[in-house]
């Protein structure tokens, strides 16, 4: 048995549960060649995506993507320790703005304090390799026991978090601390937000520190987009804040490809959506965006949706050499 066939068990549980966390998990991931920290900013399960194909589990779905931010919240980002609880009396909560409480991001705040503590406790027992002696880490193979990446991705969209940016300091902070400068900090993100002024520290803290986004694309037309992600963002929205960043930050662009729909048969993305999709990346690198290579990945665990299937590994690589041929991009294909 070969090192990706012993891990694949690792590769298709990448559950958010770890020791007493509940902010920081750690998954082995084959994207990732190793360990990946991940950070889940979104206790909510809040996304402004629906996709046919997620994995998460939403108590809520019809009503999250009305929730979107279309503008800076009304309050600074607080740590929750020092939000006092809401049948506090009037003297407790006399230092915080009444607006914290009536803003709509408030159930978004996550314990920063809390955030960072889980994230040093983690990385020292990585750092002190006791993380490989816990089950079930301890079966995964040599090959895979490196650290690859801290990843901001969880249960719904980093960026839609009111605490993106003070979450990257304090990954930052950990990094450092550590000084773990081979460890990437990686946003992985359905581009949805990445317009929204609150959101830009974090992304240029992130580009000071050599950061990578990998922006989410599984569409070339609205119809395909709408298909697939069920957002009510528009995907000319998509579009542009991929090309924004992209100008001024290299991107890594992450596309799933499932089969769906086609009457309970579940047909692959078309080929005229495929020369659709293709061209959008030709009109990114035109505008001048940075991308640095495509990830094509399918489904390797339970979808939301019953009609989706995993397609085929073929299909992947021609979706892959249509993309090299017409833009000279890279394809990666993951199985
Ligand atoms: S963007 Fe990610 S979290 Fe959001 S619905 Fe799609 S797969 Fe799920």
């Given at each position: 048995?070969?090192?990706?066939?012993?891990?694949a068990?690792?590769?298709?549980n990448?559950?958010?549960?770890?020791?007493?966390?509940?902010?920081?998990?750690?998954v082995?991931s084959?994207r990732?060649?190793?360990?990946?920290v991940?950070?889940?900013l979104s206790?909510?399960?809040?996304?402004?995506?629906?996709?046919?194909?997620?994995?998460?589990?939403?108590q809520?779905?019809?009503?999250?993507a009305?929730e979107?931010?279309t503008?800076?919240?009304?309050?600074?980002?607080?740590?929750?320790s020092?939000?006092?609880?809401?049948?506090?009396?009037?003297?407790?909560?006399?230092?915080?703005?009444q607006?914290?409480?009536?803003?709509?991001?408030?159930?978004?705040?996550?314990?920063?304090?809390?955030?960072?503590?889980?994230?040093?406790?983690l990385?020292?027992?990585?750092?002190e390799?006791?993380?490989?002696?816990?089950?079930?880490?301890?079966?995964?193979?040599?090959?895979?026991?490196?650290?690859?990446?801290?990843a901001l991705?969880?249960?719904?969209?980093?960026?839609?978090s009111?605490?993106?940016?003070?979450?990257?300091?304090?990954?930052?902070?950990?990094?450092q601390h550590?000084?773990?400068?081979?460890v990437?900090?990686?946003l992985?993100?359905?581009?949805?937000?990445?317009?929204?002024?609150?959101?830009?520290?974090g992304?240029e803290l992130?580009?000071?520190?050599?950061?990578?986004?990998?922006?989410?694309?599984?569409?070339?037309?609205?119809?395909?987009?709408?298909?697939?992600n069920?957002?009510r963002?528009?995907f000319e929205r998509?579009?542009?804040?991929?090309?924004?960043?992209?100008q001024?930050?290299?991107?890594?662009?992450q596309t799933?490809?499932?089969?769906?729909?086609?009457?309970?048969?579940?047909?692959p993305?078309s080929g005229?959506?495929?020369?659709?999709?293709?061209?959008?990346?030709?009109?990114?690198?035109?505008?001048?965006?940075h991308?640095?290579?495509?990830?094509?990945?399918?489904i390797?665990?339970?979808p939301?949706?019953?009609?989706?299937s995993?397609?085929?590994?073929?299909f992947?690589?021609?979706?892959?050499?249509?993309?090299?041929?017409?833009?000279?991009?890279?394809?990666?294909?993951y199985?």
């Amino acid at each position: 048995m070969d090192t990706e066939e012993a891990d694949a068990k690792f590769f298709q549980n990448h559950g958010r549960l770890f020791e007493d966390f509940s902010l920081v998990y750690p998954v082995v991931s084959r994207r990732a060649g190793g360990l990946s920290v991940g950070i889940n900013l979104s206790p909510d399960q809040f996304c402004p995506f629906r996709c046919v194909y997620c994995q998460v589990q939403r108590q809520e779905r019809a009503s999250v993507a009305d929730e979107l931010p279309t503008s800076s919240p009304q309050t600074p980002c607080l740590d929750s320790s020092k939000i006092p609880p809401l049948n506090a009396a009037p003297s407790e909560t006399a230092s915080v703005s009444q607006s914290a409480y009536s803003s709509p991001f408030n159930k978004r705040y996550v314990d920063l304090d809390r955030l960072e503590q889980e994230l040093m406790t983690l990385s020292q027992w990585i750092v002190e390799h006791r993380f490989w002696q816990m089950p079930p880490f301890d079966q995964v193979t040599q090959v895979h026991q490196r650290w690859n990446d801290f990843a901001l991705s969880g249960d719904g969209e980093p960026t839609a978090s009111p605490c993106f940016s003070e979450a990257v300091k304090r990954i930052v902070k950990v990094r450092q601390h550590f000084g773990l400068t081979d460890v990437k900090i990686i946003l992985i993100t359905s581009s949805t937000c990445l317009h929204l002024p609150q959101v830009q520290e974090g992304l240029e803290l992130l580009r000071e520190h050599g950061g990578e986004i990998w922006a989410k694309l599984d569409a070339g037309t609205p119809e395909y987009y709408h298909e697939m992600n069920r957002s009510r963002v528009p995907f000319e929205r998509i579009l542009e804040n991929i090309q924004t960043v992209s100008q001024r930050f290299p991107v890594v662009i992450q596309t799933l490809l499932v089969n769906h729909g086609g009457d309970g048969q579940g047909k692959p993305m078309s080929g005229a959506e495929v020369e659709a999709y293709r061209e959008c990346l030709k009109g990114l690198l035109v505008a001048g965006g940075h991308i640095r290579y495509v990830q094509l990945h399918t489904i390797a665990r339970s979808p939301a949706e019953s009609d989706v299937s995993a397609v085929s590994h073929e299909f992947m690589e021609h979706v892959a050499d249509r993309v090299r041929r017409h833009t000279g991009l890279r394809g990666v294909v993951y199985r």
